[in-house]
């Protein structure tokens, strides 16, 4: 099984990753952050490129419960993360943010098929074929198709533990500031 690893290209590298390192409870390791049991793989990249539209690729964040959630997206506000509009409903069930460099994320609520992702819960792509993508992920990653619909596709780790890759359909493919790798 090839790991999954997510990499962001970054203005300042170090930084960024210690904020991730800091958020997630993970260990740093220079420009690498590790999980300290379920996850993946974050490294940092640096680039001169400025950020300018979302991201193709996002972190979504698990939350146990309404108050988890809550103090997520508290914890995340008071490290400098902020709120990010991405043309989402405002009645959607998560709460959109960005890290300290612009990269969107999003504090999910509480939802069952994530309680053993550890606190990252899905690595989240866009793309223009969710279940073409999802197809050629599972060959290369090993992880299962769970969900294989044409707006959206699904794999999870065998074992259950660690992150979901979730593709979403979109106009466009994976772009922007951050990119998933299998190795």
Known sequence: MAPVVVEFSAREPERLARWW????????????????????ELRFVPSSTTKTGK????????????DDQNKIVERLFN????????????????VVMADVEGNELC???????????????????????????????????????????????????PSGEGPHLEFLAADSGPTGMLRLLAE
């Open 55 to 66: 991201n193709g690729v996002h972190l979504d964040l698990r939350s146990e419960s309404h």
């Open 107 to 157: 504090v999910l609520e509480p939802r069952k098929v994530y309680e053993r992702t550890g606190p990252v819960a899905a690595i989240v792509v866009d793309t223009p074929d969710p279940r073409a993508q999802a197809r050629s992920w599972a060959e290369t990653t090993g992880m299962d198709l769970v969900g294989d619909r044409a707006e959206f596709a699904s794999l999870r780790p």
């Open 79 to 94: 490290a400098g993360a902020r709120f990010a509009d991405i043309d989402q409903s405002s009645d959607v069930p998560w």
């Open 21 to 40: 390192a800091d958020v997630l409870g993970w260990h740093l390791d220079g420009t690498s952050v590790r999980p300290t049991g379920a996850g993946v």
